[in-house]
């Protein structure tokens, strides 16, 4: 699309300056270990719609970037913690998703590349025995092991750790057993989805986009997603479902002026999205205002929970990015790109053959398909999905994400704990 192109082309005149940048925020910021970025491109627009601080996916990366991945761990663990040999990842708990023990096998897999030696602990007082296996996608067998806390010290009976890598977001509450901990952790287990907001990300995304796009002279639309909070909403109730709808049809107003100013052809639309939360769940789209006062019982449903079983009462209402990234010319797809220390490492397509480009792929009947890299340089950086423009946005959602981080631990961190 021919506004990628001019946007590269901009990156590439203010390069420089644009380095600068970037260092002079991640200097002193605390930027999340890895993050997964989703991105949404149309034809106006390109922007992230899901920032995750602990991804899940990384099995679906290819070979190519599962090595790019293992240098740039090690890059960030040999700069910060150069005495760490040992590491415990800590993943999600009460699931077999043989999909998510892949994952949990490719990070394994990933950080034994460049040598470290890696175990998998569970932390639950519910677990009674030393030992449990979960069934990988492939057949392999994931062993665990429960985590004691000994001397301020997270270790398993097969490992003391010298650091602790969270694969879990912790929806419900923060994991007391990990924050009195003298070993680093990474990321923090404070910003788990038990403290973040949604809207939050995206104000601090828009904020640094803006700047972004003054450095390298664009208008910053291009970039940016609106995205309001509206809370107290159970869409069970109508005078609620009201409330959100004012919302939306005042938003819609202000984006068909904005389109309007700017050229873009396309009606705007918009997402309701739970303001903490992932896997895609309590996610709907919605042309107007009339959409969210009419909803049927199903989609209702859709809104009543996240993940964990937990209501869904907080909810964003964000500007729609329909999707022109194509897989085989006629299949839906967006791409997901995963970041460790903001640097991007590679990605893939999710691909979802029953939704439109105005939908949410990441639901029932999506699947996942590889970036193709080419092996020419100037293709790379120009072409496909890996250009400037595209690292340049996800590195700033995963910037943003430590703007959350210090919000969140500024304001105290954890709230309710568990055990």
Request: aromatic residues 8%; negative net charge.
């Amino acid at each position: 699309m021919k506004y990628l192109t001019g946007i590269n082309k901009q990156i590439q005149q203010n390069q420089h300056k644009l380095i600068e940048w970037i260092n002079s925020e991640t200097e002193e910021l605390f930027i999340p270990l890895y993050t997964s970025v989703d991105l949404r491109i149309s034809s106006s627009k390109i922007a992230p719609v899901d920032t995750n601080i602990f991804p899940a996916g990384f099995n679906n990366l290819s070979q190519q970037f599962r090595d790019r991945a293992s240098e740039l761990f090690k890059d960030y663990f040999t700069r910060e913690y150069p005495n760490v040999e040992t590491i415990l990842i800590i993943p999600e708990l009460h699931t077999r998703n043989p999909y998510y023990w892949e994952n949990i096998l490719a990070i394994q897999s990933i950080l034994e590349n460049v040598n470290y030696k890696v175990q998998v602990g569970l932390v639950s007082d519910d677990i009674t025995q030393d030992e449990v296996t979960f069934q990988a996608l492939g057949g392999k067998e994931v062993t665990a092991y429960k985590v004691m806390n000994e001397g301020h010290k997270a270790v398993t009976s097969k490992l003391t750790p010298d650091l602790l890598l969270i694969n879990n977001d912790f929806s419900e509450k923060c994991p007391k057993k990990l924050r009195d901990v003298i070993q680093p952790v990474e990321p923090p287990v404070e910003i788990g989805w038990h403290t973040r907001k949604k809207n939050i990300h995206f104000e601090f995304y828009n904020q640094l986009a803006s700047e972004v796009a003054s450095i390298i002279g664009i208008d910053p639309t291009l970039m940016n997603v609106q995205t309001i909070a509206a809370e107290g909403i159970n869409f069970d109730n109508p005078e609620d479902r009201e409330k959100a709808a004012v919302i939306a049809d005042d938003m819609l107003e202000g984006l068909k002026r904005e389109y309007r100013d700017a050229g873009i052809a396309d009606d705007p639309y918009l997402f309701i999205k739970s303001n903490s939360g992932t896997y895609g769940m309590a996610v709907l789209s919605v042309p107007d205002g009339d959409a969210i006062r009419s909803l049927n019982a199903d989609k209702r449903k859709r809104m009543r929970v996240n993940k964990g079983g937990n209501p869904v009462r907080d909810v964003v209402i964000q500007e729609g990015i329909p999707t022109c990234s194509r897989l085989d010319s006629d299949i839906t797809a967006e791409p997901v790109y995963y970041l460790v220390d903001a640097q991007v490492a590679g990605g893939f397509l999710r691909v979802n053959k029953g939704k439109s480009d105005h939908e949410n792929l990441n639901t029932r009947g999506m699947q996942f398909a590889p970036m193709i890299v080419s092996d020419q340089e100037s293709e790379l950086l120009n072409n496909g999905y890996l250009s400037p423009v595209h690292k340049l946005i996800t590195c700033i959602a995963s910037i943003a994400a430590g703007y959350e981080i210090e919000k969140i631990i500024d304001e105290g961190g954890c709230g309710e704990e568990s055990t």
